[in-house]
């Protein structure tokens, strides 16, 4: 379908490098926004380009201070919206409060609901993210959603490192939650799956219980959407080498890493974990020899372009 306006993208103070790679993989510019606060602290936004009747994109993680990004992306879309924007899309990596998916306790709130919400009423037509934490956020918005996933990226990644150890390697599910994810991977490799069955007796906190599945003498890839505070990731890795695991490995999307994680990391079984760029790794994280970073830049730059031009996402995951 041809397209008689431009674009432009633009992106919070949340990601820069990533959004600048973003721009760099379609060959322009990052449009120009001045972001800063108030005395008090207040998030000021003022666009310093000319919108009117374009397509528009920023790109903003919801990450840690996961408060002041959310502010800063719904001000934004506030001031694109009143300089008359033809379309806002907000290209999300990281999707902050989607562990709040559904109530778990009486008088809870369900937080990924009410973002969904701020975004529509900030005046975001359609929102990208990638390996949401739960699929039915998607069903959150009124506007169009389009869910990505790291999986090319990933398996890439894993595909260099173990190009022909397809029976030397077993991917792992950390809970019974994530076993869909990793049969998924493990069906792309060939390779077979185990589950860790653990129980939870208190929030950031894990108690591996069980392992299903055989690994003796096999290199474990456990496989996430994202590691917070890595204890039930490093709890894994320890129940992982228990059971006769050759080496044990881990792949997650999104790095949050927060509280203890770098340390239990550091001190683990884990022998390397990789994530994805949809969170800047602190200085600290990148200095840490047990964390690599992929890039999502080509993945992003390719759904903004077909979102533009009109063409389905969905090839680029077959």
């Not at 001000?75 to 990596?93: E, N, Q």
């Not at 392992?211 to 490093?234: N, P």
């Not at 709890?235 to 881990?250: D, F, H, I, M, Q």
């Amino acid at each position: 379908m041809p397209v008689s306006h431009d674009y432009k993208i633009f992106g919070g103070s949340s990601n820069v490098e990533l959004t600048a790679r973003i721009c760099g993989y379609l060959n322009r510019p990052v449009s120009k926004a001045r972001l800063g606060r108030f005395s008090d602290g207040e998030t000021q936004v003022e666009i310093e380009e000319n919108v009117r009747g374009m397509d528009v994109f920023i790109v903003q993680s919801t990450c840690p201070p996961v408060n002041d990004h959310l502010m800063e992306l719904l001000i934004t879309c506030d001031a694109l919206k009143r300089a008359s924007a033809a379309s806002i899309t907000a290209v999300m990596p990281y999707y902050g409060y989607a562990r709040q998916d559904r109530k778990v306790a009486p008088r809870a709130p369900i937080t990924a609901k009410l973002v969904a919400d701020l975004l529509e009423t900030a005046g975001v037509t359609r929102v990208v993210s990638m390996d949401m934490h739960a699929g039915q956020i998607q069903g959150f918005f009124n506007i169009p959603s389009d869910h990505l996933y790291a999986s090319p990226v990933l398996l890439e990644d894993m595909r260099k490192k173990w190009p022909h150890a397809s029976d030397d390697i077993v991917l792992v599910s950390p809970d019974a939650g994530g076993v869909e994810r990793a049969r998924a991977y493990s069906k792309r490799l060939d390779a077979s799956l185990a589950i860790i069955d653990k129980r939870r007796p208190h929030p950031n906190a894990s108690e591996v219980m069980n392992l299903i599945g055989d690994v003796k003498g096999k290199d474990a890839i456990i496989i996430d959407d994202m590691v917070d505070t890595a204890g039930t990731l490093t709890a894994g890795a320890s129940a992982l080498k228990k059971a006769g695991a050759r080496r044990v490995y881990a792949y997650a999307v999104h790095p949050v890493l927060s509280g203890p994680a770098l340390a239990r990391i550091t001190e683990s079984h884990l022998e390397e974990v990789v994530f994805t760029d949809t969170i800047p790794m602190s200085a600290l994280a990148k200095s840490c020899p047990k964390l690599r970073s992929l890039g999502t830049e080509r993945l992003f730059g390719e759904a903004i372009k077909r979102i533009y031009q009109a063409e389905s996402l969905s090839s680029l995951f077959v």
